[in-house]
């Protein structure tokens, strides 16, 4: 079982412009959708009216047509709207996107029936039909102005088709009048005065959906920032809630050894004579109180970022010999066996650090074991080299075995807990972390644990190639 020993980080990573582009354009899309009912009630409303004035001013046969594509269009679109609700309205993205590229000819189409009326009642109608019909197309153009300009491609195809039908159907019906100056020249002046609208349509466009660009952009921002705050807020509660914890159990720990020294502190006070007895107690306490706090000020350094690497060339035969000249007489005190087992090898580490990981997996090896023993090994996997500890202790159940690399954390039915301050693992797991090691644990009730310490046989971080040097065996380089 390897055991993640990086502490678990919360970030909220900004979106990618594609995915923000994405989700505004959906938003745009969503706008103009929700705008389309009542541009096509206002056109339902208004196509009675227009058809009453053309009526005997216009062909019948072909008012009947233009009347026909008119209220199929408006029926086609108004049945865009149900399919838009039922199948895209939930969803954002490309999806609204290509629904758009699909039906966006229905705008044009709309645009061009609407434009195509010019030619059917121009210098041909009474001027109060041409009036109204002029008053018609120019307040479609203006409430399509404010309906479509939230998506910009379909709001240009509904106006350039609208001018383009405007002025075509100008230009036929001014065709049959050639020989009268002065319709010519009033087609003359639309002409221009329908390109002047439609350029002044196209910029208003442009600057309504800047603004509607700009609002959901904003928007998007706005939630980005919420949800980024939100992760940060949580992450300070969980730090504030792990630091109170982490105090808790500190005053806890450290009430115990000082009581005890205050009592035998009174105790040498009255009997003077028992020093010889109470002497042991107080430097047991006293080793206590100096072990919590080593153990405190090397998880702020870590955590602080102060805690100084400095690598050289470690002998892991000499590690072994400062482990055993440790804990050796721990272990005969408990009557347990405490071997090592490596050959000359040289790494590239900080021996303080390496010393401070296998010195805690040690003493939390003994503390746990109450018979059989100890060992320490190193073994070599491909470019791999491993530091194992193992001990034939009480184990570690499969429920506890990632929350022993907390602060403080003892599993309580275990023996040896009673003096223990919970700290040594998560040091190791800290400084594991810090050097760029894995550390990985198997253990079984009952039976006992090894934990692994894997680390390159070389890093990058080596003075020059000069110094570099291959694990070697001492006896084979002798040889």
């Not at 206002?42 to 053309?54: F, N, R």
């Not at 503390?367 to 001990?391: A, F, K, P």
Request: charged share 15%; aromatic share 8%.
């Amino acid at each position: 079982m390897l055991v993640d020993t990086q502490p678990a980080t919360y970030q909220h990573m900004p979106a990618s412009p594609e995915v923000r582009e994405h989700w505004v354009n959906s938003q745009l899309i969503g706008v103009m959708m929700d705008n389309l009912g009542p541009s096509l009630l206002a056109g339902a409303l208004t196509l009675p009216v227009l058809v009453y004035l053309m009526a005997g001013d216009v062909n019948g046969i072909v008012l009947s047509v233009w009347v026909l594509f008119m209220v199929f269009m408006l029926v086609y679109r108004y049945r865009l709207i149900g399919l838009y609700r039922l199948q895209f309205d939930s969803v954002e993205g490309p999806q609204r996107v290509a629904f758009l590229r699909r039906y966006q000819w229905t705008w044009g189409a709309a645009a061009l029936l609407w434009g195509g009326s010019v030619s059917l009642v121009y210098l041909q109608a009474s001027l109060l039909t041409q009036f109204v019909c002029a008053l018609v197309i120019l307040g479609q153009a203006l409430l399509n102005l404010t309906a479509f300009s939230a998506y910009l491609p379909v709001y240009r195809a509904y106006a350039n088709s609208l001018t383009v039908a405007v002025m075509a159907g100008l230009l036929v019906a001014a065709s049959g009048h050639l020989d009268n100056p002065g319709a010519v020249q009033a087609t003359l002046i639309l002409e221009a005065l329908t390109l002047v609208f439609w350029f002044l349509m196209r910029l208003a466009g442009n600057r309504l959906n800047h603004v509607h660009h700009s609002s959901f952009e904003l928007q998007f921002s706005n939630q980005e920032l919420i949800d980024s705050l939100t992760l940060q807020t949580r992450a300070s509660l969980r730090a504030v809630a792990t630091k109170n914890r982490f105090l808790a159990s500190a005053a806890h720990d450290l009430r115990q050894p000082v009581h005890a020294l205050s009592l035998y502190a009174d105790w040498l006070a009255t009997e003077p004579e028992m020093a010889r007895d109470i002497a042991p107690r107080i430097l047991q306490s006293t080793r206590a109180i100096n072990e919590l706090f080593d153990s405190l000020f090397d998880l702020t350094r870590i955590d602080a970022g102060n805690y100084k690497v400095r690598l050289q060339h470690v002998d892991v035969v000499e590690v072994f010999r400062d482990l055993r000249l440790q804990f050796e007489p721990v272990a005969q005190a408990k009557s347990l066996r405490f071997r090592t087992h490596a050959k000359h090898t040289v790494i590239w580490s900080d021996p303080v650090v390496l010393r401070r990981i296998l010195g805690n997996l040690v003493s939390n090896a003994l503390r746990h074991t109450q018979r059989g023993g100890v060992l320490v090994g190193l073994r070599r996997r491909d470019d791999m080299l491993v530091l194992e500890v193992w001990d034939t202790g009480v184990g570690i159940a499969r429920e506890h075995q990632q929350a022993i690399f907390q602060e403080f954390f003892r599993v309580s039915q275990h023996q040896g807990t009673e003096d223990s301050l919970g700290l040594g693992l998560t040091i190791v797991s800290k400084l594991t972390s810090l050097m760029g090691y894995q550390l990985s644990l198997n253990s079984e009730a009952n039976r006992g644990s090894v934990f692994r310490v894997m680390l390159p046989a070389f890093t990058q971080q080596e003075p020059n190639a000069d110094e570099r040097q291959p694990v070697t065996d001492a006896a084979q380089t002798a040889s």
